[in-house]
């Protein structure tokens, strides 16, 4: 492209009034002009082939008015490098919309932020040509004059000089955003922080390389402070470590890769960087000491995860070698290093041997482990945590693998992920049936292939169905493994309250456990331990005979002849405020009892007992009733089935696990015509569990089944 002075620079191709209508300027980050316009200086001084040392960058901020407070005014931002520097290759790529050869992760936008923010950006650039040095001045606008001639750049000359420097001047003025003037009245030592936060990636990389930059501001163009940016305020490396990688070659008999003897080195620099100043933790592959940024060839980091911290600490791991600076393309940051699958896919045209980004990855993450202990206990102690919970809940490791779990989240957080992920996998199903429901909706009977298209829609349901129930019936399972968890630690007496109470409370807590003290609500116990049927029946805990109540109606008659009146209070006991621990009415004219004992009472001498409930029941029930077939359950754990049968031999040991049963006893009727009829059970608590965790075992397994039924079909 030719360029002619004192001109404005059209462009074709582009229409930069739509451009710079659709781009807007960065509200979330007022010193984003500031940053685009660094970023160009670090680049130019990184682009020029004959610097003889680091280079320099200077940042000017002019002020006028007062020296602080609301009358000072900023006036202008100037930034000077020792870079490439403006020449025709330069100023094109300026010139041209939407350029990105230039490598750097470059989308050729930033000017647009610059004059977003500035009426106008003022180039004085030197560049070399052979011997030769050239002076090029010109500026950026977006002035509705430049824009009606659909141009932005204004070239005032280019011109051979006497200077033998290269770099550029930048002197940004006439500011036309209110939150960025404010932005840039900094205080320079702020400024200065900021900068080391925003680049800090960079500044790791190049710490025995960084450009001099040098911070200054100006009181009505008197100096009025100075900062410096030296290695000694970037972060120092922490710790390095050289792994080695093998080559592989690609074996069309085996369709698989086989490993070479020729190896790479590959060196692994880490940075602990204050978390206030290092934004994520991650591992950036670099070549030829610049990070590679490009999505394609980015490195996960998965043994923690980017927002975890260690002591209020961060990390950056830097990966080099010189398999990666060979593999760099000519466009800075494109690498000649493939994934395994994308390789897979070609595989056969190929004859080289590679070492692939999975196996860098791979190797990189457990090399950090190794590197610091911090990380590797928190990792071992999130791993810990995470298969007590999946123990606990029944949690599906398809669902684990997925989610990236931080070594900070909390249990809660943990199943938290675990739930929402389950949640939207749960979605999709509903969504895949009712979808198959909706195309039942159009099938034609009448049609050739309604047959087909019917079981179609149907397997596709038998498929899915069975999917969301799988996830709401894991919950339900985890939480009665939960239950007999804590009842499995009560009848061991692992829990705190056993150890630290003077009084024994273990029959209490047992009785809790399995159906609340003075609860009716027999739906949300815990019965189903005893048997999976004692939760859908009618009944009550710990309440007094003569309060129960059964669908509304007194379950004992109200008023009392003067013959049952004296039944009820032989001995001067009013046997109507008895409270049997727990009464369930199953169906018309039955009725479960259940009697609880602590762990140490010997069972034997309470044989009684559920006997003496069953007879008032029988005789003193409302007529509406009519209860004479009774299930009476005593539960301990100090049974011994000789002392039982000594006591009453009706007593039979059962056909499986370790319990005794009475078929059959007749309970005293003296108000009504005929017996009533009592079965009985003796039962130890630990037989309970025993008996519950195997019904329950048969879910977990039938699940697990079928989650790994599932896994294989899709």
Known sequence: MKFTDNTLIKQEGVFYPTVLRETKSNASNSLQPFWEAFTNALEAISD???KLDAGKINIQLYYSGQLIGEGR???????KDTGIGFNDEEFTRLLTWRDDRKGHNNRGSGRLQLMHAFSICQFESNYQIGDQYFERKFHISNRANYLAENAIAFLEYTKQTTSKESGTRLIMFGIKNSKVETALNIDINNLKDQIINHYIQYFCVHRDSLPEIVIESYQNDHILEEANILPADIPQMDSTKII???????????KDFIKTTQKEKFTIKAFKIPAYQLKRNSIKLTSKDEIIENEEHS???????????????????????PFINNRDHDIRGQLRIYKRDAYMKNASEFD????FLDDIEVASNEAIVSMYNEIREKTEDRKTRIQELKSMFLLNDNFLNKIPFSINDTEERVLEKVYILESKQMAKGDAKIKMQVDKLNHLDPTSLDYSTKLTSIVDALVK????????????????????LDIYQKVLERKLSTQNNSKRNHDEKLLHNILFKQGSSNVGTSDLWIISEDFIYFKGTSEARLMDISVNGVKLFKEQLSQEEHCFVNALNLNKTKRRPDVLLFPEEGKCIILEFKAPKVNVAEHLTEINNYASLILNLCSSEFKIDTFFG????????????RSCDS?????????????????VFAKFKPKDGSLYTEVIKYSTLCQRAKSRNDVFIKKLFEGIKMSETES
Not at 73 to 79: D, N, R, T, Y
Not at 464 to 483: D, F, G, S, W
Not at 633 to 643: S, T
Not at 651 to 660: A, M, T, V
């Open 650 to 666: 009706d007593f039979k040991h059962s056909y499986q696990f370790d319990f005794l049963i009475r078929p059959a006893k007749s």
């Open 633 to 644: 359950y005593l539960i301990g754990e100090a049974i011994d089935p000789d002392e039982v």
């Open 464 to 483: 899915e169905i069975p999917h969301q129930n799988r996830a709401a019936l894991t919950h339900y399972v985890a939480k009665r493994k939960l239950v």
């Open 48 to 50: 020029n082939p004959n």
């Open 244 to 254: 080695e990688l093998p080559y592989q070659k690609y074996d069309p008999l085996k």
């Open 73 to 79: 005014k900023f006036e202008k931002l100037v930034i």
């Open 352 to 355: 080289d041997e590679e070492i």
């Open 299 to 321: 490195i996960p980091i998965n043994v923690i995860t980017p927002d975890d911290m260690i002591d209020n600490s961060r990390f950056l791991f830097l990966v080099s070698s």
